[in-house]
């Protein structure tokens, strides 16, 4: 039961702090559940890392769902997966209600309190990226590899971040999300068999790199039906060189599938009981109950491309008006901590809700769907690839995979790292407190939070001393 309590504390501390997207987290979790409190390995928090970074749904509560499963089975599951992801939406909720009373006070608040926090963040990255180096540095030539590798998805992924800092106004070539990411990632070391000195390298190289010109920001190769060919012609040599490398398929027991289909129907029960008071309250709710799920399914590629699912399910189907989607819960969304997969359902939820009862509880019944369809559509599908990942991982090529997890990560979290700091410069910018402030301010807390570690203080009073330092600061700067 002790390692349960941990185990939930350190959930809820990592949804309160979660800033910056699903990859920005995955240092924070591992600091939190492998290094401080030792909830899981480093080899099963990498085997949770690859699992949701493949499958649609919020990445953090994917992983927070897996590492409390590992400590307290079923109702560890639950409780993780609701721990990790009840900050962002409750947050939010109260974020809407707010600000129709205290208008754009409590937003630069917000704002300012998040500069200190994203500097707690970006230092956690920076820490993991090191550490990546430290550990590749150990085997023959691992550093080498490991730079590559992370200079390899920082180029493919990192564009937009480098041009927003640099001030370019160009269209990225590449702007590769996470899940094409790993997608060429798994591409590749399946068709090289995690042998890169196999002539399959080049051959599955050169189409890696035409898939993201097809699929990339700038669309530079943009010819009828390519994008369609090239995807078949991976899945296709997917196929066949599983077939060549493992002709002997290691089938699922029957005990395995019925044990997913169990967790399966518990999620389907976690998200009856949690939209069971909106579903009293009207009828409609199903309608967005459903609408919900399926937006959740749908949700490859980050919070950046569930906003654009969300449009089209809710906005264009008339649920919320354009300006309260972007004006109030996208706005909400940015600012705040969480996954954007739950606090955007959350958020839609609440404005919905409000409207069908025209009252605060209706909202709230609605916002708590919102979040339970988030969260159970999220895990019940990490669930199966979970479990398909875990019983293949021990094949060579998985293995190459869990090598190279790290450095993969590391190079997402440099483009992660620059999107906070970029973000920082805005609410700069909006302030007119004029160019370096925030720089100056992010280089403070980043000296004091190093001294705090040497001297060992808890991370709690990492955190509150940043968001402290951060708000004397910018009130400080407005007075100015």
Known sequence: MGQFATMVMSMLKVGC???????????????????????????????????????????????????????????GMYAGATAMAFP????????????SLLGPKIVSQVNFASIGITTYIILILAEY??????????????????????????MFNGEKSIFTLMGIKETPIFGASTVKVFVV???????????????????????????????????????????????????????????????????????????????ILLW?????????????????????????????????????????????????????SSAQFYGEVVTAANILPGSILC????????????ELTDSIWGGVALALAGFASATAASCAVFDVVKMMYDRWKSMPMFQTLTDLIRPIV??????????LYNTNCIIEDNA?????????????????LILMQRKKIHPVIQVLSSIGIALVACNLYELV
């Not at 590391?410 to 999107?419: A, E, F, K, P, T």
Request: aromatic letters at 10%.
């Open 343 to 354: 606090k955007v359902l959350s958020g839609i939820g609440y404005a919905w809700g409000y």
């Open 185 to 263: 990632a798994f591409f590749v070391i399946i068709c090289t068999g995690g042998k890169f000195r196999s002539v399959w390298f080049p051959i599955s190289a050169v189409i890696s790199v035409v898939f993201l010109l097809i699929h990339g920001k700038a669309k530079v190769i943009d010819l009828p039906y390519a994008d369609i060919a090239v995807v078949v012609l991976m899945i296709v040599l997917t196929i066949v060189r599983l077939i060549m490398n493992f002709p002997v398929v290691d089938r699922f027991e029957w005990g395995q599938i019925k044990k997913i289909g169990i967790e």
């Open 17 to 75: 702090i979660g800033f910056g997207g699903g990859s920005a987290l995955i240092p924070v979790l591992q600091k939190e559940a492998v290094q401080d409190k030792g909830l899981i390995t480093e080899e099963e928090l990498d085997s949770n890392i690859v699992a949701a970074s493949i499958t649609p749904g919020a990445l953090p509560v994917e992983m927070a769902s897996g590492i409390g499963k590992k400590v307290g089975g079923f109702w």
């Open 410 to 419: 590391s190079g997402l979290l440099i483009s992660v790292g620059i999107s």
């Open 268 to 320: 389907l029960g976690y998200l009856l009981v949690l939209c069971l008071p909106a579903i009293l309250i009207s009828g409609k709710s199903l309608l967005f109950i459903g609408q919900g799920l399926l937006s959740a399914l749908m949700s490859f590629g980050g919070g950046d491309a569930y906003l654009s699912v969300a449009h089209g399910l809710f906005v264009d189907e008339g649920m919320i």
């Open 432 to 448: 007119g407190w004029g160019w370096g402030s925030v720089l100056f301010l992010m280089l403070v807390v980043t000296g004091v």
């Open 129 to 154: 990226i090191i550490t990546t180096l430290k550990k590749a540095r150990n085997n023959r030539g691992g550093m080498i590899q490991a730079m590559i590798v992370i200079l390899t998805v920082w």
């Open 88 to 99: 962002g939406a409750f947050f939010v909720m109260v974020f809407m209600i707010f600000t």
